[in-house]
């Protein structure tokens, strides 16, 4: 276990760094920052040349892989840092020198336990991509397939792991300081950060989410890479060469005449159905991972951080969403208050003003200035407002919507992500909301509890209605539709019928 004095030597290094960037700034300036950590931000500025701009991403990228990490997730939390600080990690770059080749062949070799000559017939000695936590190469197999290799660096496991424990401790201590740190819960975020990136430590489990998300990528338009799994192992990732020009490439993408327009809305359309219509999601679509291919296809890759979401946070997403699209400040509001993501001392009526104040400015603009990403921080904006606590389970999903927003705008600047949104979010709301499915739901329930269903029909013909209501009040919530008495019998008598007709068709 790791010393506090350890812990503290650490932040204190770190500190100095931040504060040489005047990356502390903030924290020196915020009433809301508990006096020790303001006082603690000042000395570690103290006496350097701290410029009056913060560069945050500059002090981040120079603390690591697990700061990148961090400095990442945290351009996702206006309400945390300030919009400034944001839009300033937002341009943090996850780009590092790659490792000499002669240590990649060796941890190829190390990952797969075999000689490199039984498995690729060639493997390039330059790196096409080299990020804080891997790089990449190109590779042709024994096979004759043309692959694409991840391999983790040497040594990033344990140095992102030591990082991290520091940073969970800080949070724990800063949060025990009540006020304004314990509304943002530092400890969960850290937590949840904590578990983003192990799984991205573990390529197997990036390779079983590529294999997932393939099964419904959400638009026949986007292209999710096949796994090598005979080529792959916990530090070594092997999946399908995708040749294609780089959403981060504009006047590439020009040259090979990219329809701008159609990637967009592939992007979007496959977003909302992987967030919406499955509950998991690709949670790092930003430009260096999306390829435009020949065949007019979006292929993507970099399936390390993945977001899930239930069939409950998907319902509140899709009501969001829709209440914000229609101008429905009310029903937002109520969303918000049923799922306990604000206080219930405020008054519901309340904060539907504050929503309509930030949604209706960009009512009627033309599309060019539509953003979501601004809408979100004027969300963000009135959390402090209103004690909302931090929803760690959505972070992802705030950090994926301004991504996807920021690269479909880059592919057209006129995109109306809007217009694209509605549609989708209405036939959702109304196949999985709407009247046909809550009678579907009742009755996949009522079926579902009728493990002894002719004695139930027996049971329930002897109660007389009274006794009845208190037995559909005592039924799940999705099976409380107000049906009356003589068809809940009928119900149970079909599901009976179906019992008994599968038992004597099993024998």
């Known amino acids: 276990m790791t010393s506090s004095a350890t812990h503290l030597w650490r932040i204190a290094r770190w500190g100095?760094?931040?504060?040489?960037?005047?990356?502390?700034?903030?924290?020196?300036?915020?009433?809301?920052?508990?006096?020790?950590?303001?006082?603690?931000?000042?000395?570690?500025?103290?006496?350097?040349?701290?410029?009056?701009?913060?560069?945050?991403?500059?002090?981040?990228?120079?603390?690591?892989?697990?700061?990148?990490?961090?400095?990442?997730a945290l351009a996702?939390?206006?309400?945390?840092?300030?919009?400034?600080?944001?839009?300033?990690?937002?341009?943090?770059?996850?780009?590092?020198?790659?490792?000499?080749?002669?240590?990649?062949?060796?941890?190829?070799?190390?990952?797969?336990?075999?000689?490199?000559?039984?498995?690729?017939?060639?493997?390039?000695?330059?790196?096409?991509?080299?990020?804080?936590?891997?790089?990449?190469?190109?590779?042709?197999?024994?096979?004759?397939?043309?692959?694409?290799?991840?391999?983790?660096?040497?040594?990033?496991?344990?140095?992102?792991?030591?990082?991290?424990?520091?940073?969970?401790?800080?949070a724990a201590h800063i949060e025990a300081m009540g006020g304004e740190a314990t509304r943002l819960r530092p400890r969960a975020v850290i937590e949840a950060f904590r578990r983003w990136t192990e799984r991205e430590l573990d390529l197997r489990m990036e390779g079983a989410s590529a294999s997932e998300l393939a099964v419904d990528p959400g638009d026949p338009g986007l292209k999710i890479p096949a796994i090598d799994w005979a080529r792959t192992s916990k530090r070594i990732l092997t999946l399908e060469w995708m040749e294609g020009v780089k959403v981060s490439d504009p006047a590439a993408l020009a040259a090979a005449g990219v329809d701008g327009t159609r990637a967009a809305t592939i992007l979007i359309r496959a977003f909302l159905h992987q967030a919406?219509?499955?509950?998991?999601?690709?949670?790092?679509?930003?430009?260096?991972?999306?390829?435009?291919?020949?065949?007019?296809?979006?292929?993507v890759i970099d399936f390390g951080i993945m977001g899930r979401l239930d069939r409950r946070a998907r319902v509140d997403l899709a009501k969001i969403l829709f209440g914000l699209l229609t101008g429905?400040?009310?029903t937002v509001a109520r969303v918000h208050f049923d799922a306990g993501y604000v206080p219930k001392h405020h008054r519901i009526e309340d904060f539907a003003v504050a929503l309509?104040?930030?949604?209706?400015?960009?009512?009627?603009?033309?599309?060019?200035?539509?953003?979501?990403?601004?809408?979100?921080?004027?969300?963000?904006a009135?959390?402090?407002?209103?004690?909302?606590?931090?929803?760690?389970?959505?972070?992802?999903?705030?950090?994926?919507?301004?991504?996807?927003?920021?690269?479909?705008?880059?592919?057209?600047?006129?995109?109306?992500?809007?217009?694209?949104?509605?549609?989708?979010?209405?036939?959702?709301?109304?196949?999985?909301?709407?009247?046909?499915?809550?009678?579907?739901?009742?009755?996949?329930?009522?079926?579902?509890?009728?493990?002894?269903?002719?004695?139930?029909?027996?049971?329930?013909?002897k109660l007389v209605p009274e006794e009845i209501e208190q037995l559909e009040a005592e039924l799940p919530v999705a099976a409380r539709i107000r049906l009356p008495w003589w068809l809940l019998l009928a119900v149970a008598g079909?599901?009976?019928?179906?019992?008994?007709?599968?038992?004597?068709?099993?024998?």
């Open 382 to 461: 009135i959390t402090r407002q209103f004690e909302m606590p931090t929803q760690p389970h959505l972070l992802l999903l705030q950090k994926t919507m301004v991504m996807v927003e920021g690269v479909a705008a880059g592919l057209d600047p006129h995109v109306n992500t809007w217009a694209i949104a509605e549609p989708y979010v209405r036939e959702w709301m109304r196949a999985e909301l709407g009247p046909e499915a809550r009678i579907a739901d009742a009755i996949t329930t009522v079926l579902g509890i009728l493990g002894d269903a002719p004695g139930f029909v027996r049971r329930v013909a």
């Open 76 to 170: 996702t939390r206006p309400d945390l840092v300030g919009e400034a600080a944001a839009r300033d990690f937002a341009a943090l770059q996850d780009r590092l020198p790659p490792e000499p080749f002669a240590a990649i062949r060796k941890a190829i070799e190390a990952g797969l336990e075999k000689p490199i000559a039984t498995l690729f017939h060639s493997i390039e000695p330059k790196a096409v991509g080299a990020a804080s936590v891997a790089q990449v190469h190109r590779a042709v197999t024994t096979d004759g397939r043309s692959v694409a290799i991840k391999v983790l660096r040497p040594g990033v496991e344990a140095r992102i792991a030591r990082d991290t424990d520091t940073f969970a401790w800080a």
């Open 276 to 299: 919406i219509g499955r509950g998991f999601f690709h949670a790092d679509l930003h430009q260096g991972n999306l390829f435009a291919l020949a065949d007019g296809r979006l292929g």
């Open 328 to 330: 429905d400040y009310v």
């Open 494 to 507: 079909a599901g009976g019928g179906i019992a008994l007709a599968a038992r004597a068709m099993l024998g």
């Open 16 to 72: 100095r760094t931040l504060g040489a960037n005047g990356a502390l700034r903030g924290i020196e300036r915020s009433p809301q920052a508990p006096a020790m950590v303001r006082r603690l931000a000042w000395l570690a500025r103290f006496g350097t040349f701290a410029p009056q701009t913060p560069r945050y991403a500059e002090a981040f990228g120079k603390l690591g892989p697990a700061a990148i990490k961090l400095g990442q």
């Open 356 to 380: 309509r104040a930030v949604g209706e400015p960009i009512r009627g603009l033309p599309v060019k200035d539509i953003s979501i990403a601004n809408l979100l921080d004027g969300l963000f």
